[in-house]
């Protein structure tokens, strides 16, 4: 090793590196900087020791702690269980009316509902429930299957026209579509139905088709229009239109004859899932 | 500007410098006096006798008896409620004192008495000079403590610096190791007791040495037992002097009419031996025998004035009582006086003392009003709370008849410990029929029930005839038990008429 040479100004040795003339002082790294260092050494010993680090041949070294993130997922999803333990068991036993009553099964429904309505309903029915063309709104009294507790879980258990047993399965027919009827006879029925809704109408078109609706809508309708709830046959004499109330609106009801889906939930969601899921929809539709 | 370094002349030598490195240069300066912290200087206050001393001995018992007892006191809640009269109870959220419940919305009132408390301070200081610092404050009394058993273990200041100067051996060791095992000791009890302040105390007492306490009470005993041990163990005057802002603020509370301790210069100088039998004849009654300054726990000389070290503590004033009793002088060399009185007395005029002063009278009357209103709200508080959200989404529903209805989420709150049941009343809007799940629509006021002791979020639904609102018609909703109500504003949302 070569002689240490000392830089003048600084008083201080230097490397013996030099690059253009310049040399590098050998200054000592600050105290604080060389504890520290020192310090994350020891950390790092001891954490080799406490936790998961090294990876090996067969698996890897476990450390004496045993810390797994996979093993405290688990661990705690069976806490939240637990934790949901006490009402969730309740909502077991107790019927839906009973539910609805009692304040802390109702707050623990309502919250567990607006989670769930907000994950797998909102999508259609919107973030508020208020529905869209298509999607009925369910925050009013307008019910298309029905609005007693039972009638939505019904509804919300076996679904709309998914094809599953137990599901609806009505279905409007394509009156223009399938041709079934001309674009003449078709006109004079939206008048019809205009005027069922107490809207003004073309008197000689609604007297053209008043034969026909009675022959082939009042089987579903009814004679007065206004519907029928068990088979999801709307009211044709309310303010509430699925598919839109203008003239061309419900003509193109008429050609189409379309009829929404809604999924079979039973399938997917236990039975209190799905009455927490009614008592949220029930209770903020104002309950009927 | 630029350098010029000439290498081809002959270059200076430094004179006669071995390689020095930036660290031992560091050093080097401290030892120069040069460094950035002045070393502590250790402080061996001497025991004394008397009024103040027997005081702060008191005070010690007191303030410590309160703080270790406090947690251990009972008192009855109904409902499964804590059964701890003083509790700070993170979890449940709630603050008991007593009979006295206070929710997280209500935390003003702990500010309230934070600033009733320094007002208090502001008075007192204004008054009476630092007597909290001097006698109540923990960093006082938990070094008394410490220098109690300092004492017992080491002896009194004489023997205490023989034995520090004194090289190791099995005496000095056993002394040392005792003094400081009972210092953990203390500092632990501390610690300890901290956290029952937090947890049910016979609860978390058997659950901490199980190790099923939560951890945040192993973390702040830990806290609380280092804090104690260095504090009034070690750094002692330094947190005063160094740390705490008191000493700052002061100066502009005190004045030259505000009583604190004080080394009566009239009376003492010229300071100067004095033989038994000598005459008192031309010179002050001040003996310059240092008993003040060893007496101070703040290692300083009372006779130079008043100063930001001083804590008020008067056993200055005790020592030198001692001195005078023995040389048959009167009492109260160093006594609780003011500037002005001195002053006063150095002319030749009689001392007068102004306990009034505007400074007092203001401090006195922003703690008054303080103190007034903070028992204003706490007997006027209402038991019941309520907060009205109005639903946004959807903001109204239209019904078939043209009806609309508008959804509230109503937060009542019930701070009693008995379930309530409450009539819910909504103002606003004519004709409204009021609904909440579970219960039939009714045109008049809604019965809702609330457990004891917390908030219920209650859904209510109200539907107004189709015509009798527009827009958006403020209301009010009101929630009463028949004795206590409380009122919220919100708006009744009915959207453009269609």
């Given at each position: 090793m070569s002689e240490r040479r000392i830089d003048?100004?600084?008083?201080v040795e230097t490397t013996e590196h030099e690059w253009d003339g310049i040399r590098e002082l050998d200054n000592p790294l600050p105290r604080w900087w060389l504890w520290t260092w020192y310090v994350t050494i020891a950390v790092a010993i001891v954490y080799w020791v406490l936790m998961p680090a090294w990876p090996g041949l067969h698996g890897y070294t476990k450390g004496i702690l045993h810390q797994s993130d996979r093993v405290k997922l688990v661990r705690e999803l069976a806490d939240l269980k637990a934790l949901r333990g006490a009402e969730g068991a309740q909502l077991q036993t107790a019927s839906l009316e009973e539910i609805e009553r009692d304040p802390k099964l109702q707050a623990y429904a309502m919250a567990a509902g607006q989670a769930l309505f907000g994950d797998n309903c909102a999508t259609c029915h919107g973030q508020g429930g208020t529905g869209g063309k298509g999607y009925p709104n369910?925050?009013?009294?307008?019910w298309l299957w029905g609005g007693s507790l039972e009638q939505i879980q019904h509804t919300i258990t076996y679904?709309?026209?998914?094809?599953?047993?137990?599901?609806a399965t009505t279905q409007m027919p394509a009156f223009g579509r399938d041709q079934m009827l001309k674009d003449a006879q078709i006109d004079d029925l939206t008048e019809y139905v205009v005027a069922l809704s107490r809207r003004p109408a073309n008197p000689a078109a609604v007297a053209r088709a008043t034969q026909l609706y009675a022959d082939q809508c009042a089987a579903c309708h009814g004679p007065q229009g206004l519907g029928d709830q068990t088979r999801g046959v709307p009211n044709l004499t309310d303010s509430e239109w699925l598919y839109g109330s203008t003239r061309e609106a419900i003509r193109d009801q008429i050609v189409n004859g379309r009829g929404g889906v809604m999924p079979t939930w039973g399938k997917r969601f236990d039975p209190q899932t799905i009455k927490a899921l009614t008592v949220y929809i029930h209770a903020n539709a104002g309950g009927q | 500007m630029t350098v010029i370094i000439d290498r081809t002349k002959a270059q200076p030598q430094p004179?006669?410098?071995?390689p020095v490195s930036a660290a031992a240069r560091v050093r080097a300066k401290a030892t120069q006096g040069g460094g950035l912290y002045q070393a502590r200087v250790p402080i061996y206050p001497k025991l004394v006798h008397g009024r103040w001393r027997a005081i702060k001995w008191a005070l010690l018992v007191v303030t410590l008896t309160i703080y270790w007892v406090t947690p251990w006191i009972r008192w009855h809640r109904p409902g499964g409620l804590p059964q701890q009269a003083v509790l700070v109870d993170f979890a449940g959220g709630r603050f008991y004192f007593f009979g006295i419940q206070l929710w997280p919305q209500e935390v003003y009132f702990i500010t309230g008495l934070l600033v009733m408390a320094a007002m208090a301070l502001f008075l007192v200081s204004a008054l009476f000079g630092r007597l909290w610092c001097g006698y109540a404050c923990p960093q006082t009394v938990w070094t008394d403590l410490y220098i109690y058993v300092e004492r017992a273990f080491e002896g009194d200041r004489n023997a205490r610096m023989r034995l520090d100067a004194a090289p190791w051996s099995f005496d000095k060791a056993w002394r040392k190791a005792g003094k400081h095992a009972v210092w953990l000791g203390i500092a632990f009890g501390t610690g300890g007791a901290w956290i029952f302040y937090f947890h049910d105390a016979p609860t978390v007492i058997r659950g901490f040495w199980v190790g099923q306490a939560a951890l945040t009470a192993y973390v702040f005993c830990a806290l609380l037992t280092a804090t104690t041990y260095i504090f009034a163990g070690f750094m002692r005057e330094q947190v005063c002097i160094y740390m705490c802002p008191w000493p700052r603020i002061q100066g502009a509370m005190l004045d030259q009419h505000s009583l604190q301790i004080t080394y009566r210069r009239d009376r003492g100088e010229a300071r100067g031996p004095h033989k038994k039998g000598e005459t008192w004849e031309g010179r002050g009654d001040c003996i310059d025998c240092n008993a003040c300054v060893v007496a101070c726990p703040m290692g300083i000389d009372i006779r130079d004035g008043a100063q930001l070290e001083c804590i008020n503590c008067g056993l200055c004033a005790d020592a030198c009582d001692e001195i005078m009793d023995k040389v048959g002088r009167p009492r109260g060399l160093i006594a609780y006086d003011t500037d002005a009185a001195v002053a006063a007395r150095a002319c030749g005029k009689p001392a007068v003392y102004k306990p009034v002063r505007p400074r007092t009278l203001y401090y006195a009357g922003a703690l008054a009003l303080v103190s007034g209103l903070m028992l204003w709200g706490l007997t006027h508080r209402s038991v019941i709370d309520l907060h009205v959200l109005r639903d946004r989404n959807p903001m109204f529903v239209r019904m078939q008849d043209g009806s609309v209805r508008d959804g509230y989420t109503l937060k009542i709150a019930?701070?009693?410990f008995y379930a309530k049941t409450l009539t819910v009343r909504f103002d606003g809007v004519a004709g409204a029929r009021l609904k909440t799940p579970g219960a039939p629509p009714q045109a008049g006021d809604l019965t809702v029930s609330v457990e004891p002791n917390a908030i219920r979020a209650v859904r209510i639904f109200v539907t107004v005839p189709?015509?009798?609102?527009?827009?958006a018609t403020p209301a009010i909703f009101t929630v009463s038990d028949g004795h206590a109500q409380a009122r919220a504003k919100t708006v009744f949302d009915s959207g453009a008429q269609p």
């Open positions: 003048e100004p600084t008083g369910l925050r009013d009294d307008v679904g709309v026209r998914t094809g599953e047993p137990g599901a | 004179s006669g410098h071995e019930n701070r009693t189709p015509g009798a609102s527009a827009g």
